[in-house]
C-alpha cells in the first residue's frame, strides 16, 4: 500500500490545482480521478456549453444581421461541425491540464474509482484493471455532482436527456421540453432554440428566476419571450408517455393539468453529489439529507485532515467557488492562515444571450432584512455602447447602502453583463462608494461607463 502526505479525489478546478501546489511545496501527493482531467467544467460543463453558445449566438448574429445593413440568404446548422468544434476546444483543455498534472514533481496521477475503507485509506479500482490500497495524513474530496434525476412516472421509459447527453445529439430536436427553468435550463433553452427547436421550459416554482429580483427576472423572461421560448412556472411534470416518435408530457400548472408534446426531454431539476461510490461511512464522515458532505468554515469535514472541495459541498455550485476553494486550504496548509469561507463573495454570470451577471444582495433580500438601502436602475437602452451595437436587450441594477454608500449587491443584464459585474465587484471588495464609481473616469465609449449614469440616477431621486 502506498502511503501520502496528501490524497485529492477528483481533478475538478480546485481539485487540480491543489494536488500542484502541494507537490510543489514537497507533499508527496496523489490525484484520483475516475474518467477525465479537468473535472465537470472542462468535460461537460462550462467548457462545451460556452462553446456551443458561442455557435449559437453566431446563428443569431446572421439571422439578425439585415438591420445592421448586412444581407444574407440564410444560413444552415451544422451540428456535427459545431460538436465537433466544441470536441476539440474540451479535449485542448482536458489535454493541457493532464499534462500539466504528469509534469508536476511529487505527484501520481491515478485514473479509477476511490472508495473508502478506513478513515484514512482508500481502495482505488484502476481504469486498466486491477485495483490498489493508498493512505494519506490528509484527504481532499473534489467529486462533483451530476443531474438529478427526478421520480417522473414514464421519465425512464422515454429516453430522456442530461445537460451531458444533450451536447452529443447529432439532430436538432424538433420541440425540446426542458425540466427546470434554473440558469442550466434557460442557458440550453436558449441555445437549442437558436439551432432551430421549439423549446417550452417546466419550472415548478410559482415565480420564474425566483432568487433575483422581479424587475431582474422578467427582463430575463422578455428577452426569451422574444425569441419564442415558452416558460411555465408553478409546473409540475406528472408523467411521460412516448407513442412512436412524439413524447406526451402530463404538467399540472396550478390545479389543472395540460398535455404538451414533444420530442425530446431535457432534465435540468437541479444536482445531485456524487457521494454514493465513496464509502464514507467507512471513514465517519457525515454527510446531509441529501448526501452532500457537511463541512466547516475551513472546510474539514467531520473527520479530522479530512477536506471537501467545491460542488460536492453543496452550497454555491460554481467553478469559481472550488478554485476558491483551493485557495483557502492552501493557504491555511501551507501559508498558515486562518481563512474561512464565511462572506466570501459569490459572484455569478448566467451565459444566456445577453448575459446576468450578479454579486451581492438583491433588493428582495435587502428589504427582507430590513436594511436602509437605496436602488438604481438603469435601462440597457439607455446605453450608448448598447445603443451603437444594436443590442439594447436588458438593464442595469444596483443597490446601495443608504447611509454610507457603499455597494451592496448588482445586477446587470446586458451584453458583458458578466464583465460590467465584475468591476463594480471590485469596487465592493474595495470598498469604493457608489459615489465614487458615479465620478469616476471610464473609456468611451464602453458598457462599463454607463456606471456612471445608473449611479447618477441615484442624485435625481435623492
Request: with cysteine.
Amino acid at each position: 500500500m502506498k502511503h501520502y502526505d496528501a490524497i485529492i479525489i477528483g481533478s475538478g478546478q480546485g481539485g487540480t490545482p491543489l494536488a500542484k501546489k502541494l507537490a510543489s511545496q514537497g507533499w508527496k501527493t496523489a490525484l484520483i480521478e475516475k474518467k477525465d482531467v479537468g473535472g465537470t467544467c472542462v468535460n461537460v460543463g462550462c467548457t462545451p456549453t460556452k462553446t456551443m453558445i458561442a455557435s449559437a449566438k453566431a446563428a443569431y448574429a446572421v439571422m439578425h444581421a439585415n438591420k445592421f445593413g448586412v444581407e444574407t440568404t440564410g444560413y444552415e446548422i451544422n451540428m456535427q461541425a459545431i460538436i465537433n468544434r466544441k470536441n476539440k476546444v474540451v479535449e485542448s483543455f482536458r489535454r493541457g491540464s493532464q499534462k500539466s498534472v504528469e509534469r508536476t514533481e511529487n505527484l501520481d496521477l491515478i485514473f479509477g474509482i476511490a472508495s473508502f475503507v478506513d478513515e484514512k485509506k482508500l481502495q482505488v479500482i484502476l481504469n486498466d484493471g486491477g485495483e490498489e490500497e493508498v493512505s494519506a495524513k490528509k484527504i481532499f474530496i473534489d467529486v462533483g455532482t451530476r443531474a438529478a434525476i427526478p421520480d417522473i412516472e414514464g421519465l425512464h421509459d422515454v429516453g430522456y436527456l442530461t445537460s451531458t447527453t444533450l451536447m452529443e445529439l447529432q439532430q436538432v430536436p424538433e420541440h425540446l421540453l426542458i425540466i427546470g427553468g434554473g440558469y442550466i435550463g434557460l442557458e440550453f433553452g436558449q441555445m437549442y432554440g437558436r439551432f432551430g427547436s421549439k423549446i417550452t421550459i417546466v419550472e415548478s416554482s410559482e415565480r420564474f428566476l425566483s432568487r433575483e429580483d422581479e424587475d431582474i427576472a422578467e427582463e430575463v423572461r422578455n428577452i426569451l419571450k422574444d425569441e419564442e421560448i415558452e416558460i411555465i412556472t408553478n409546473a409540475q411534470v406528472m408523467r411521460v408517455h412516448k407513442n412512436s416518435e412524439i413524447i406526451s408530457v402530463t404538467v399540472k400548472v396550478g390545479d389543472k393539468e395540460k398535455e404538451i408534446y414533444c420530442s425530446h426531454i431535457l432534465v435540468s431539476a437541479g444536482r445531485t453529489p456524487n457521494t454514493d461510490a465513496l464509502n464514507l461511512e467507512a471513514s465517519g464522515i457525515k454527510t446531509n439529507e441529501r448526501g452532500y458532505i457537511v463541512s466547516n468554515e475551513k472546510l474539514e469535514t467531520s473527520v479530522k485532515d479530512i477536506y471537501v472541495i467545491g460542488d460536492v459541498k453543496g452550497g454555491p455550485e460554481f467553478t469559481h467557488i472550488a478554485y476558491n476553494d483551493h485557495i483557502i486550504l492552501y493557504n491555511n496548509l501551507i501559508e498558515g492562515k486562518e481563512e474561512t469561507i464565511l462572506n466570501r463573495p459569490v459572484p455569478y454570470t448566467m451565459f444566456t444571450d445577453p448575459q446576468l451577471g450578479r454579486v451581492g444582495i438583491t433588493e428582495q433580500e435587502a428589504r427582507k432584512k430590513g436594511l436602509n438601502i437605496k436602488t438604481a436602475t438603469l435601462p440597457m437602452a439607455h446605453v450608448a455602447r448598447a445603443i451603437e451595437t444594436g443590442d439594447t436587450r436588458g438593464l442595469m441594477k444596483a443597490v446601495v447602502d443608504a447611509d454610507n454608500g457603499a455597494i451592496l449587491g448588482v445586477a446587470i443584464v446586458g451584453q458583458e453583463g458578466g464583465e460590467v459585474m465584475s468591476v463594480l465587484q471590485m469596487a465592493m471588495i474595495g470598498g469604493i462608494t457608489w459615489q465614487e464609481i458615479k465620478d469616476m473616469i471610464f473609456a468611451h465609449p464602453l458598457y462599463a461607463e454607463s456606471l456612471n449614469n445608473l449611479f447618477m440616477r441615484l442624485e435625481e431621486t435623492a
